[in-house]
C-alpha cells in the first residue's frame, strides 16, 4: 500500500507511538510518506513533509487559515490508496478539508478526543474508519455517535518484540533500601504529578522511605520542583527531562514500581493508556495507577498493580506502601510482563492496523 500519514509535530518525543506505527508499516514494505503541520522544537526531519515549518509560515496560518494548506496538499494526497490522520484536532481538519475522495482513516487518542476536537461528528461521518487506542474510548465513541458505531476499532499501539522479549532486570534490594518510583511523561497537570509527590511526602512521614525519579519535561516542571520542596521531600524528588529509550529502559530497571496517578483536569483533559505505563510493565514493573480511562485496561488492580481513585494521595500512598515488601512486589511485576506480552503485543495490533487500512484501500471511489 502507498500510504500518507498527517500529524501534529514530527517526531515528537512524547508521541513514540506514531514513530513506532510508521516504522512498523514500512517494515513490512509499505510506501509512506508523513505529512507535518508543523516541524519540532528541535527542527525539521528529512524526508518529512511540513506544512507551516517555521515561525513565519505559523503567522501567515494564522491569515490563511487551515484550509490553504489542505488546498496544497490535496493533490498529493490524490496519489495514495488511504489517507491516516492522528489526533481528533488540527492534523484531521485539514485531512478532512484535504483527503478529496481517498479513504480517510481517523485515529484518535486523548486531549485531542476529550478537550481539542474540532468538527468530529463531521470527521468520524466522512472517515472510512475511526480507531482508537483504548477500550474506553472506543466506548465512548460508540455511545456518543451510535449511527457511526459500526467505524469504531480497538488498536492497542502495543509494543515492538525488542520490549516484549527483552529479559527482565534484576531487582534485588537491600535489606532497608528506599522504595525506587519512577514516573514518566509529559509534565502537565493531568499526569498527577502533584498527587504523586504528595503521596511521597506523606510516605516520608510515615517513615517509609522514597525516591521518585519523574523522567520528562513540561510547563510545570519547576512548579512541581518548588511543590517538592515545601511538602519536604526536595531532595528525594528527582527531575530527569527528557529521555532517549535506552536511559528510559535503564530508569525502568532502576525502580521498583512504576507511577500512573493520572486525573481529569477542570477542561476534561485526560491520559488514555499512557505508553510509558506499558512499557514499565514490559519489564515486569508493578504499576500504581489511577482508575481512569484505559489505565485498567493494563493495572488489573491486585494481579498485576494497584489502582486507586485520581487525586486521592493517600490512598496513593497506602498503595506504595503496601509495596515495599519485595515479596509483594515480585508476583505483581511477573503478573504485569506477561499481561504486556499477552494484550499489547504490537506487531499482533499492527496486523489489526494493517488489515483496516488493506480493506479500505480496496474500496474505489468516495468513501464515509
Known sequence: MRLAYIVGAYPRASETFIAREIAGLRARGHALDIYSLFAPAEGPAEGVVYGWPNAAARLLRKVTG???????????????????????????????????????????????????????????????????CTAANAAFLRAAYPAQAAKMRLVYHGLPRAWLDAPVPDRRRAPGDPLRLVAVGRVVAKKGYGVLIDACARLQQAGVPCHLRLVGDGPLREALREHAGQAGVGDRVEFVGWAAEGAVRAAYAWADVCCCPSIITADGDRDGLPNVLVEAMATGLPAVGSAISGIPEAIDDGVTGCLVPPGDAPALADALARLTDPAVRAPLGAAAAARVRDRFDGERWLDVLEGLLAEEAKREGPVG
Open 66 to 132: 487551515a484550509g490553504a494548506l489542505a488546498r496544497r496538499w490535496r493533490k498529493a494526497l490524490g496519489d495514495y490508496d488511504a489517507v491516516v490522520a492522528h489526533f481528533g484536532s488540527l492534523p484531521s481538519t485539514v485531512a478532512l478539508e484535504a483527503v478529496g475522495d481517498r479513504p480517510l482513516v481517523l485515529s484518535l487518542h486523548a486531549r485531542d478526543l476529550y478537550v481539542e476536537a474540532e468538527r468530529l461528528e463531521e470527521k468520524i461521518a466522512r472517515a472510512a474508519v475511526v480507531v482508537t
